[in-house]
């Protein structure tokens, strides 16, 4: 085992028993970034010089027997999370050279705990878009296999955990940009129920959607990492003002009992073989721990991607007009005029998808049409958010696909951005619900790609679908496998 190759809990063992110093794991993590980045191009921003300091702080803290479980672990942000000073492009061109003035909080908190940080992570342009092929700084590739993407749009977060780049990073998932790329990548990746973790510095995508959530290498991790950044905030008024609970504590505990249900929505008939495959075992294996199953419908799921596409386009329409040329980014050099200057600057700094997706936003929300648009996709999201309600009455936590298919190769759904949407199909239901869900490793496609499976849970139940994950994850060796790069 290398430094790289280490969970955050089993790099805390070696820094408290001083087997190993933060400076030398952080090098360690940069060394690794170093050999592997021409290949993966998981990161848009390397942050080596100020790493190493964090680092030797990190270890002042060890040394004064001030540490915390996060005290010293090298980690890497989608670069979506303001970092003070340092460079936050969202993956867009509109944002080349911003240094925002303050930190998201999810990031300060896990700064405050002696976290490190590595660099920024790369991802599709304003987290729009499903393979990190949407970024202005290149696409990302799949450690797994280089000729296909790692997913999004948290692909560079993804990517660098199953490159061994950094021992785990955050992303954020407005339609399943952690669970989507977690699942493609055999990484662990959770999104927490809205509301759960602040906002407060994420550039906003679509803001009744949006929720960050940690990609780690084990279900353990990713409890640890909710734990660190979950929590009322008073700068993010949707935050929820309601006890964190210590989501390590369920990691012990087993699935006698749990009952599981199993949407007949989700296992149609286009769905993968391998998928299906590793699916059909993974449920084998929860009957073996003692887990019960429950058939269930959700009704509604169909209609899910459409209101996703008017709800988190006409929120973005309204969430991107900030990106003027005056008050931040990128500003056109030769305008006629003020009008000229917006059109200019707008024109050249965001990429195709995203003015693709402010269009299609304005016109739903464009008088006249926001009756039929946006306001009946609001309404088939309530139908959506009561299917789930209604199935939990009745079981603890509900299994399905991630993705469709494992990861495709790069360019191949670029030209059609309908079927790049529906690769979505089993994550978005979740956002618009609002609540949480998980994805860990589950198995391996026949071409050698990691195929993951979800566990979705009640509005704040984060710690039945830690439990449920971390029970498969003991009974399976899928996390353990690594990418060969
Ligand atoms: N692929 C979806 C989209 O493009 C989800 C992205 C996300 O969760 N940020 O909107």
Not at 353 to 363: A, F, N, P
Not at 423 to 444: E, H, K, Q, R, Y
Request: glycine fraction near 10%.
């Amino acid at each position: 085992m290398e430094l790289f190759d280490l969970t955050i809990h089993e790099l805390h063992d070696k820094l408290k028993k001083k087997e190993v110093s933060s400076v030398e794991a952080t090098g360690a993590m940069l060394a690794r970034i170093e050999a592997t980045e021409a290949r993966v191009n998981a990161f848009i921003t390397v942050t080596a010089t100020e790493a190493l300091q964090a680092a030797a702080a990190a270890d002042r803290r060890i040394a004064a027997g001030e540490m915390d479980i996060l005290t010293g672990i090298p980690l890497a942000l989608k670069d979506i999370f303001l970092t003070k000073g340092v460079k936050t492009t969202c993956g867009s061109k509109i944002l080349a050279d911003f240094i925002p003035p303050y930190d998201a909080t999810s990031w300060l908190k896990l700064q405050e705990r002696g976290a490190v940080l590595l660099g920024k992570l790369n991802q599709d342009e304003f987290a729009m878009g499903s393979s990190c092929e949407g970024s202005a700084y290149g696409a990302t590739r799949n450690p797994w296999n280089l000729e296909c993407i790692p997913g999004g749009s948290s692909g560079g977060s993804a990517a660098a955990i199953a490159a061994r780049q950094a021992t785990a990073t955050l992303g954020t998932d407005t339609g399943g940009s952690i669970r989507q790329p977690a699942s493609h990548c055999g990484c662990v990746g959770l999104k927490p129920t809205y509301g759960r973790v602040s906002r407060y510095g994420v550039i906003a995508y679509a803001s009744s959607l949006d929720q960050v959530g940690p990609l780690t290498r084990d279900v353990t991790d990713a409890a640890i990492m909710l734990g660190a950044v979950a929590g009322h905030d008073p700068l993010d008024s949707t935050s929820v003002d309601r006890p964190v609970p210590d989501y390590t504590a369920g990691l012990r505990s087993d699935v006698k009992g749990m009952k599981i249900g199993l949407p007949k929505e989700y296992f149609i008939d286009g769905l993968d073989e391998d998928v299906k495959k590793a699916l059909d075992l993974a449920i084998d294996a929860y009957r073996g721990l003692g887990a019960e199953f429950v058939e269930l419908a959700l009704p509604h799921t169909d209609y899910a991607v459409a209101a996703y596409y008017l709800i988190a386009t006409a929120e973005a329409s309204s969430n991107l007009a900030r990106y003027d040329g005056v008050r931040f980014g990128h500003r056109t050099a030769d305008a006629k005029g003020l009008a000229d200057m917006y059109r200019q600057s707008r024109a050249e700094g965001f990429g195709a998808e995203v003015k693709r997706r402010i269009m299609l936003g304005t016109y739903a929300l464009s008088s006249g049409y926001y009756d039929a648009y946006y306001l009946k996709a609001q309404k088939v999201r309530t139908l959506i958010m009561q299917d789930f309600l209604k199935a939990f009455e009745k079981v603890d936590v509900i299994l399905t696909p991630v993705a469709p298919t494992p990861a495709f190769k790069i360019g191949e759904k670029t030209a059609d951005p309908l079927q790049m949407y529906l690769s979505d199909i089993f994550t978005i239901p979740v956002n618009l619900a609002g609540t949480c869900a998980i994805s860990v490793p589950a198995g391996m496609s026949r071409a050698g790609l990691p195929i993951g499976l979800q566990l979705i849970g009640k509005p704040f139940g984060e710690e039945s679908i830690i439990r449920a994950a971390y029970a498969f994850e003991q009974a399976s060796t899928w996390h353990q496998l690594q990418a060969e790069l």
